[in-house]
């Protein structure tokens, strides 16, 4: 009776502070948010005025951003098709590169195929940064410095190896018997990759798709050292040209990064029963 008594007041008290816990990582994480939302209604003489809201809420930050109507945005809609451009490319070499090694590797099984899979997770042990000045060399070499495809192959490099990794992992998942049932049809390599393997694992690719896309959407560190030109800019980089200047409109700074974050919010909303299912069946399989 004494533990049964007890163990009441000591579950409600756990919950209690897991409660409290997870209320201050949710503000902790919106405050951020809160803020730029803020700061993209204040006009922009009362940036600084330190309102937890605008005296004088207004619109006119989102007019200026979307009609370019600012030195600094003077080619926000061309850098915005950038970003969109670059991170769609490169998603889409990711998907397709680490689909097919994923399957050979998993489903074909050539010898050490394993070991290279793992081999290749070794380059996230050297930070990114550390690389950036070797990038830059190779693109230099191979006369790409200012092309938006250097930075397309730098997310490829960064992305691919994670994603083969997952899609092995959850391609384990997936029964031989398929396969020898394939097999006994006549189906050949290419038949089982595209009406066994790819529509059983759409799950992880929409999960693995999603994290290659928000990588090259949110680069910033290769994207300013290998784009020169403005108009080949994404809006990372853009939004970095706001920080070299001490008068630089902040509203209008974060009322881009506002604009900028709704793609990858709507994309999570579209995609996270599949992200969710995905990536957890990739991980949790050993």
Same mark, same amino acid.
């Given at each position: ?67 370019? !109507? ?85 997310? *490829? ?19 031989? @018997?398929?396969?020898?049932? !394939? ?46 030109? @403005? ?34 919010? !709507? ?16 991980? *949790?399989?050993?």
């Amino acid at each position: 009776m004494s533990d049964a008594s007890t163990a009441l007041p000591r579950r409600l008290h756990e919950n209690v502070l897991l409660g409290v816990l997870g209320l201050v990582i949710v503000v902790w994480s919106l405050l951020p948010i809160y803020h730029m939302v803020v700061l993209s209604l204040t006009p922009p003489r009362e940036g600084f005025a330190g309102h937890l809201w605008p005296v004088n809420p207004t619109l006119a930050n989102y007019v200026t951003v979307l009609t370019q !109507a600012d030195y600094y945005l003077a080619q926000f809609w061309q850098q915005l098709g950038n970003s969109a451009l670059i991170a769609v490319a490169a998603t889409a070499i990711v998907l397709a590169c680490s689909l097919m090694a994923s399957f050979a590797i998993s489903r074909l099984r050539p010898r050490f195929g394993s070991l290279v899979s793992y081999l290749a997770l070794v380059a996230y042990f050297v930070p990114a940064t550390f690389l950036a000045i070797p990038f830059y060399q190779v693109m230099g070499t191979y006369g790409l410095l200012g092309n938006q495809l250097a930075l397309v192959l730098c997310v *490829v490099a960064f992305a691919t190896p994670y994603a083969i990794w997952v899609l092995q992992q959850n391609a384990h998942t997936l029964p031989d @018997e398929l396969d020898d049932a !394939a097999r006994i049809d006549g189906a050949g390599p290419l038949q089982m990759f595209t009406l066994i393997y790819v529509p059983l694992m759409l799950p992880t690719i929409v999960a693995v798709g999603a994290f290659a896309l928000m990588l090259s959407w949110n680069e910033y560190l290769y994207a300013f050292l290998l784009l020169s030109d @403005e108009s080949r800019f994404t809006i990372p980089v853009m939004l970095g040209q706001f920080m070299a200047d001490d008068a630089a409109p902040w509203p209008l700074l974060m009322t881009s990064g506002v604009i900028y974050m709704l793609p990858p919010t !709507a994309l999570y909303y579209v995609a996270r029963q599949f992200q969710s299912s995905g990536m957890m069946s990739g991980s *949790v399989k050993g």
